[in-house]
């Protein structure tokens, strides 16, 4: 029950950013592509690396 009365609380604090989010349809679609290529190098490079 501690866990829903803190995220309650969250949300009270972030309700006009999360309401903004939801109004002007923010998303991170637009980074999230980029973050992947960077987590497939990043893998890449320690997999070819010497140990």
Do not use: C, D
């Amino acid at each position: 029950m501690p866990a829903f009365v803190e995220l309650a609380g969250k949300i009270k604090r972030h309700y006009g950013a999360i309401l903004n989010a939801n109004i002007e349809e923010l998303s991170n679609r637009l980074i999230e592509p980029t973050n992947t290529k960077t987590r497939l190098i990043i893998r890449r490079a320690s997999a070819s690396s010497p140990p």
